[in-house]
């Protein structure tokens, strides 16, 4: 019986264009959305997520420098920014770089009541962001003069994040979405009333949070229609939302030197993803027997994409680099499972055996374009121009139709993504060098005051940093970098519910208009990374 309501669940997500999409409604149905509504679902801020490439994740140096590497070479990070880069090594190099993340969430709310706070949370994460090895093959004179072969781990995303928001003062309650939403599907009582919140043989995914506030009680029934619990009677409520995880690159590589002018490499990568997201929404009641409730869905996305990166620098004078990369698109296979717990005062339900969804999905492709120059052989100033085309992101799991589809709704929600990053390295002696750098990320919303209909996926932003690099014996080397980075996200909200008769929203007692009332949420990263090295 799970199998067959598996299907007939993603068959409606199917029906919603393919990516779990903009609004969740069954035919002519009702229409809803929000966090709470569409957390089971894969939909485009997933897809817009996992096509980010944060290039500060590689070497202490190259992040100091704002990963502004389009037009430079023989560093580690040119293997994951542009594989030409390799071509410049004139020895091997192996290197580790390891980082202390601090990611800190702030959520607020936009033209709400007094009662709604600003609030927010932080984590601490620590880990890799590159391990690396450049094999110099050969280094001769003559037009073909050297070839290096490269590998390397890179993390390319960190998604460890906590948020959360209370609102005091509430009018409204998802209960009475629950209500409506069990009235309008009209599911029996005896179907309801099975241990399986899964179990009725047509539910679309937004009804399952239904079904579990009837296991808690927060619904009953008349014996002809569904009722929400006597005095029952909200006063406040909060969500709260972590997320851990990241996305990983491994690349294989080769880069070419002809005759010390053009250098060319091309790359080979394998990305895997690991999404982990935890998302609990809770209200407070005014109510002797029920306290409070609390309904916390728990998703993880894991799977692995292939990828291709091509790239070329020219020198056509000694102190001036001009360089290009193309990133292919990441050709992805992801399962995402979905779980589900609700807690009423004493009563408690869970929606049973993960829900799993296999899916595939195609990123968007990017364009690196550079320019470096050496300022009497002491200093470097770099300047890198991207653009990465989020139109062309698609969910490509079932039918031609679907995808196509899915095309569709990304061409009309997202423009190309432009990016500027600037960087400079001054060295100070023959062991010691300074750097500095930062990147602009421009807002890609065709909608500048989008409402995400889902979670909410990061849109712009910027970043700064500034680092030092130390030259250790013969051969080794130290660099030491600290980058901030701000990112700002699509406004979003919790639920919405309209059959056309009757509106429930968190926020509809502030007025009908509920785009001018949702949820803005900013990031701030701070990043300390250390790289250990040496050439041999």
Same mark, same amino acid.
């Given at each position: 019986?799970?199998?067959?309501?598996?299907?007939?669940?993603?068959?409606?997500?199917?029906?919603?264009?393919?990516?779990?999409?903009?609004?969740?409604?069954?035919?002519?149905?009702?229409?809803?959305?929000?966090?709470?509504?569409? +957390?089971?679902?894969?939909?485009? #801020?997933?897809?817009?997520?996992?096509?980010?490439?944060?290039?500060?994740?590689?070497?202490?140096?190259?992040?100091?420098?704002?990963?502004?590497?389009?037009?430079?070479?023989?560093?580690?990070?040119?293997?994951?920014?542009?594989?030409? &880069?390799?071509?410049?090594?004139?020895?091997?190099?192996?290197?580790?770089?390891?980082?202390? $993340?601090?990611?800190?969430?702030?959520?607020?709310?936009?033209?709400?009541?007094?009662?709604?706070?600003?609030? &927010?949370? #932080?984590?601490?994460?620590?880990?890799?962001?590159?391990?690396?090895?450049?094999?110099?093959?050969? @280094?001769?004179?003559?037009?073909?003069?050297?070839?290096?072969?490269?590998?390397?781990?890179?993390?390319?995303?960190?998604?460890?994040?906590?948020?959360?928001?209370?609102?005091?003062?509430?009018?409204?309650?998802?209960?009475?979405?629950?209500?409506?939403? %069990?009235?309008?599907?009209?599911?029996?009582f005896s179907e309801a009333e099975? +241990?399986?919140?899964?179990?009725?043989?047509?539910?679309?995914?937004?009804?399952?949070?239904?079904?579990?506030?009837?296991?808690?009680?927060?619904?009953?029934?008349?014996?002809?229609?569904?009722?929400?619990?006597?005095?029952?009677?909200?006063?406040?409520?909060?969500?709260? $939302?972590?997320?851990?995880?990241?996305?990983?690159?491994?690349?294989?590589?080769?880069?070419?030197?002809?005759?010390?002018?053009?250098?060319?490499?091309?790359?080979?990568?394998?990305?895997?993803?690991?999404?982990?997201?935890?998302?609990?929404?809770?209200?407070?009641?005014?109510?002797?027997?029920?306290?409070?409730?609390?309904?916390?869905?728990?998703?993880?996305?894991?799977?692995?994409?292939?990828?291709?990166?091509?790239?070329?620098?020219?020198?056509?004078?000694?102190?001036?680099?001009?360089?290009?990369?193309?990133?292919?698109?990441?050709?992805?296979?992801?399962?995402? #499972?979905?779980?589900?717990? %609700?807690?009423?005062?004493?009563?408690?339900?869970?929606?049973?055996?993960?829900?799993?969804?296999?899916?595939?999905?195609?990123?968007?492709?990017?364009?690196?374009?550079?320019?470096?120059?050496?300022?009497?052989?002491?200093?470097?100033?770099?300047?890198?121009?991207?653009?990465?085309?989020?139109?062309?992101?698609?969910?490509?799991?079932?039918?031609?139709?679907?995808?196509?589809? $899915?095309? $569709?709704?990304?061409?009309?929600?997202?423009?190309?993504?432009?990016?500027?990053?600037?960087?400079?390295? +001054?060295?100070?002696?023959?062991?010691?060098s300074v750097r500095a750098g930062?990147?602009?990320?421009?807002?890609?919303?065709?909608?500048?005051?989008?409402?995400?209909?889902? @979670?909410?996926?990061?849109? #712009?932003?910027?970043?700064?940093?500034?680092?030092?690099?130390?030259?250790?014996?013969?051969?080794?080397?130290?660099?030491?970098?600290?980058?901030?980075?701000?990112?700002?996200?699509?406004?979003?909200?919790?639920?919405?519910?309209?059959?056309?008769?009757?509106?429930?929203?968190?926020?509809?007692?502030?007025?009908?208009?509920?785009?001018?009332?949702?949820?803005?949420?900013?990031?701030?990263?701070? %990043?300390?990374?250390?790289?250990?090295?040496?050439?041999?």
């Amino acid at each position: 019986m799970k199998n067959r309501i598996l299907i007939a669940g993603l068959a409606c997500l199917a029906g919603l264009g393919g990516v779990g999409t903009a609004k969740a409604q069954n035919n002519n149905g009702p229409e809803m959305f929000g966090r709470v509504i569409l +957390a089971p679902y894969f939909d485009t #801020s997933h897809l817009s997520l996992f096509s980010q490439d944060d290039f500060f994740y590689g070497t202490s140096r190259s992040a100091a420098m704002g990963g502004a590497f389009t037009s430079l070479g023989a560093d580690l990070s040119s293997i994951n920014i542009n594989p030409a &880069g390799l071509g410049m090594y004139q020895s091997s190099d192996w290197g580790i770089t390891q980082a202390l $993340s601090i990611n800190t969430m702030k959520t607020s709310a936009k033209n709400m009541s007094p009662g709604l706070l600003e609030s &927010g949370g #932080s984590r601490i994460s620590y880990g890799l962001n590159n391990v690396g090895m450049a094999y110099n093959l050969f @280094n001769r004179s003559g037009t073909f003069t050297s070839l290096t072969f490269g590998f390397s781990y890179n993390r390319v995303a960190n998604f460890n994040s906590h948020s959360s928001v209370r609102t005091l003062g509430e009018s409204a309650s998802i209960v009475e979405m629950f209500h409506n939403q %069990m009235n309008y599907k009209k599911i029996p009582f005896s179907e309801a009333e099975t +241990a399986d919140p899964f179990y009725y043989d047509t539910p679309i995914l937004d009804y399952w949070g239904a079904v579990l506030g009837y296991h808690t009680y927060l619904l009953d029934n008349d014996g002809t229609n569904y009722t929400i619990m006597n005095g029952l009677t909200p006063a406040d409520s909060y969500f709260r $939302s972590v997320t851990r995880g990241g996305m990983y690159e491994y690349d294989f590589s080769l880069g070419a030197n002809i005759s010390n002018i053009v250098y060319i490499g091309a790359t080979l990568g394998a990305t895997h993803i690991d999404y982990r997201e935890e998302n609990s929404y809770g209200e407070g009641y005014e109510h002797a027997g029920v306290g409070g409730m609390e309904y916390t869905q728990n998703t993880r996305i894991s799977g692995t994409g292939l990828t291709a990166k091509l790239g070329v620098i020219a020198r056509p004078l000694p102190a001036l680099r001009i360089g290009m990369a193309l990133h292919l698109p990441t050709f992805y296979s992801v399962d995402k #499972s979905y779980t589900s717990v %609700m807690e009423a005062g004493e009563h408690r339900s869970t929606s049973g055996d993960p829900l799993v969804d296999k899916r595939n999905f195609t990123t968007a492709p990017r364009l690196l374009t550079g320019i470096s120059y050496v300022i009497a052989d002491r200093i470097i100033v770099a300047l890198d121009y991207d653009v990465a085309w989020y139109g062309m992101i698609f969910d490509r799991t079932r039918s031609s139709t679907d995808a196509a589809k $899915s095309k $569709s709704e990304s061409q009309g929600l997202y423009n190309a993504a432009h990016s500027l990053r600037a960087g400079v390295e +001054a060295s100070l002696s023959e062991r010691v060098s300074v750097r500095a750098g930062g990147g602009y990320k421009f807002d890609f919303m065709k909608d500048k005051h989008f409402v995400s209909y889902g @979670n909410p996926a990061p849109k #712009s932003g910027y970043h700064l940093s500034a680092g030092l690099g130390f030259n250790v014996g013969r051969n080794g080397y130290i660099d030491l970098t600290y980058l901030f980075n701000r990112r700002n996200y699509t406004d979003y909200d919790y639920y919405y519910y309209n059959d056309g008769v009757k509106t429930v929203s968190q926020h509809d007692q502030v007025g009908d208009n509920f785009y001018d009332r949702a949820y803005s949420q900013r990031q701030n990263h701070h %990043m300390i990374s250390l790289t250990f090295g040496s050439r041999f």
